[in-house]
């Protein structure tokens, strides 16, 4: 992402609000009527058909607040809590405290106003593709035949996408202003899981390309408020440690201060460039940065202004995804042969006879970012103890309903149990399968939110020696449940939710510069003094 597709949208948005006149009409109410709909059923919200357009609009204006202005008003008390303790605001605990307290705190700590939110659904190609990689914006220009003069830099490739946005939707038969599923014709299934991998947001389980690309059209607003969120925290520390760089401090450095200087905050130097010509690329780093030069300006100069900030951070969505590979390679590392088979299986991957172990790690990496296809015999793994029971005792399979009646079957019993009774019944298909995939549904709906939470301690240990991962001695009951959690979510849905930790990463390395910045400027300050008294 870039930062000047962001600063443009910032200013745009700044305008936009004062010229417009929201309390009396709102985006959708120009939308077409399959916008409408696209809009209803990306949020899961029913609607009757036929329907006319007036229903359709009363539908959407009755939960547009909830869904596209203040979305966390539809979020549960977890998720209100979460996010609150992402903004350092500390909250009592979630089962215990009031759900409209909880949205009150968040609103006051949310990414826009609620007069921006609602503009920004008035143009959405204005934001919607900043979250894209470079390569699928490019794929995109591609495919609709847009030229893009070279070098094809992504701001130039954003400005040509969105210059011929309309022109495309009507050459495709479609509407632009929520955009159907022609917006992402050249992203592969894969590609919509990893985008959702990337930012935060779990793929639906069971899922089809259809709730993909829902999915992700559904959470690109907060993904994107939330990238311009982290980017200007970033800007602001780098802008912070460069103010205080004055001149005085960049003339009592030394050469190898200059040097050490420059290779932190990735400025090219010449080759045999003497003292002074190091202090001049410095001041003038530092002039592009704060923008005090003609031609300087923030968004320009901060991809310039560090690497371990700027650059990092113009590549942030390629650095999260080498953050997630690297914690999911982690975990697969640990993963035994039986649970690498397992997730191969999960996901229709053929398994070559003869694998080692090593050669089970490299396909499941390959496919970290593949979906699950559907329901599967794995989706019995996490059940609780009480679900599989259940199921097994009314699967009308009178071998099943022996073990679940037993007092002595243990939970991997029951798992092997349930998980044969559906394979039996997804080969024959017909009323048993339907059964079971109808109580697969509501039993890992329930369990969303709760999955571990009922376990004993040697189920949750056995659950975990059999993906390989050693229990630490004196681990505790809720160490081991996050532990379960951990290793659940990756078998579940590969490369998930790294997008804090990516983040996190570049905001270490903003801080790091920072630091360093003022570690020099004590030592420099104490030099300038010294170098004035000596021309004293």
């Known amino acids: 992402m870039r930062l000047t597709s962001l600063f443009t949208f910032a200013l745009a948005t700044n305008i936009a609000v004062g010229s417009s006149n929201w309390f009396s009409k709102a985006a959708y109410n120009k939308w077409h009527e399959t916008e409408l709909e696209r809009w209803l059923s990306d949020n899961d919200i029913p609607y009757p058909t036929p329907a006319d357009r007036k229903d359709l609009e009363n539908l959407v204006q009755k939960n547009w607040d909830n869904y596209a202005v203040s979305p966390y008003k539809s979020w549960d008390t977890d998720k209100l809590t979460s996010y609150l303790k992402s903004k350092g605001v500390e909250t009592k605990d979630a089962a215990a405290a009031n759900k409209d307290s909880l949205i009150s705190q968040v609103q006051s700590q949310w990414y826009e106003t609620e007069d921006k939110a609602q503009n920004a659904w008035v143009d959405t190609k204005d934001w919607i593709l900043d979250t894209w990689t470079d390569s699928t914006l490019k794929s995109f220009a591609d495919k609709h035949g847009i030229p893009v003069p070279q070098p094809r830099k992504r701001d130039t490739v954003l400005q040509q996408i969105r210059s011929n946005w309309e022109k495309i939707a009507k050459k495709a038969g479609e509407t632009a202003a929520y955009p159907g599923n022609w917006l992402y014709a050249t992203w592969s299934e894969s590609d919509l899981k990893e985008w959702l991998d990337l930012h935060g947001f779990p793929a639906p389980q069971p899922t089809s390309r259809d709730k993909l690309v829902a999915a992700v059209r559904r959470n690109s607003r907060i993904a994107y408020l939330k990238s311009q969120e982290q980017l200007d925290a970033a800007s602001a520390k780098a802008n912070a440690a460069y103010g205080t760089l004055t001149d005085k401090i960049i003339d009592a450095w030394g050469e190898s201060q200059l040097k050490e200087f420059c290779d932190k905050n990735a400025i090219s130097v010449p080759q045999g460039s003497k003292t002074n010509e190091l202090r001049a690329l410095v001041r003038k780093h530092r002039a592009e940065l ?12 901060f991809g310039a202004a560090t690497s371990k900030a700027g650059n990092q951070y113009a590549k942030a969505t390629n650095d999260a995804t080498l953050v997630a ?61 009480q679900h599989l029971k259940k199921y097994l005792i009314n699967s009308g399979d009178s071998a099943a309903k022996k073990v679940g009646e037993s007092a002595d079957a243990t939970r991997e019993d029951l798992v092997k149990a349930a998980q044969n009774v559906y394979a039996s019944a997804s080969s024959g298909g017909g009323d048993a399968y339907a059964s079971a995939t109808s109580y697969l549904a509501s039993a890992t709906q329930a369990a969303k939110h709760s999955v571990f939470d009922t376990w004993s301690e040697s189920e949750l240990k056995a659950y975990l020696d059999s993906y390989g991962v050693s229990v630490p001695q004196g681990s505790t009951l809720n160490e081991l449940k996050a532990e379960a959690r951990k290793q659940s979510t990756y078998f579940k849905y590969g490369t998930t939710n790294p997008v804090d930790t990516a983040f996190a990463k570049i905001g270490e390395s903003v801080k790091g510069a920072y630091q360093w910045v003022m570690g020099q400027l004590g030592a420099g300050a104490e030099e300038a003094k010294a170098k004035a008294k000596s021309e004293l």
């Open 290 to 301: 704060l923008g005090d030069t003609v031609s300087g300006s923030a968004a320009s100069a």
């Open 325 to 385: 590979q690297e914690a999911f390679d982690q975990v697969v590392n640990t993963w035994s042969d039986s649970r690498l088979k397992a997730y191969l299986d999960a996901r229709g991957v053929p398994v070559p006879q003869a694998s080692k172990t090593d050669d089970l790690r490299a396909l499941v990496r390959r496919n970290s970012h593949k979906i699950a296809s559907g329901f599967n015999a794995w989706t019995w793994d996490d059940l609780s103890f």
